[in-house]
């Protein structure tokens, strides 16, 4: 049995007469065509900026990365909960922090918002995260300043003295109203020497991504091995077939 959609189809002559009433009563000029609104476009993939923290002249935190913030909040101007992606615009970005042993500070701020990110070291087994990030911003349509903060990440996992990199997009949730994308990344916050980027270490993302090519790679070459193995046996039982004749 089909289930119940609501909808019943008029017969083809009371359709006709409706639909000759409806171009007496209301022609053209009055009852304008209805107008589709257009679904909105997705969202532009962010600028890449370099954000670098330096502590007594010495480079001690390098950053490149486009960044995205995903916010959920109640429209004061439509009245409901609604999604506002915004991209962190590098050029109007200003970049402060902090470098000590075991933790190190990135702190963007653009206009009416602040990014703060916390990396913390372990000193044991030379391995840093990405330890916590803070989102104060205050937008027109918000009915109060939005304030998140979380201390318990474990994101963008990394070893002293190499360089965290991922070109995909990560989104790292943050809280229930809040999460962050971030496009090819590449982020140091320990161990930097010279200003430059030590040797990369790549996301699963990456990784995931350059396993497709070689996997079909692999996969066609085993097609033409099987086809290549397929001649030459029909070729060797043809060859056979003649010498018994």
Partial sequence: MKPHTGNHALPSGL?????EHYARVCPATCCPPLRLRPPPSPPSIPESGSYNVTNNGTTCLLARMGLQLNITYTSRSQG??????INLQPKVTNTSGSCEAETAKLAL??????????????????????????LSINLPDLPRPMDVHNNSLGYLQGTLGYSYMCHQEQILPVGQNFSLNTFHLQVQPFGVIGNEFGA??????????????IAVGAALAGLVLVVLLAYLIGRRRSHAGYQTI
């Avoid at 359709?15 to 639909?19: A, D, E």
């Avoid at 409901?80 to 992606?85: F, S």
């Avoid at 701020?109 to 803070?134: C, I, M, P, R, V």
């Avoid at 699963?204 to 090519?213: A, N």
């Fill in 80 to 85: 409901k909960v609604v999604r506002d992606i």
């Fill in 200 to 213: 990369a270490e790549e996301c699963e993302l990456d990784k995931d991504d350059l396993l497709i090519p």
């Fill in 15 to 19: 359709t006709l007469l409706l639909l």
């Fill in 109 to 134: 701020t653009e206009g009416n918002t602040s990014l703060t990110f916390f990396f913390l070291l372990n000193s044991t087994t030379n391995k840093y995260h990405l330890d916590g990030l803070a």
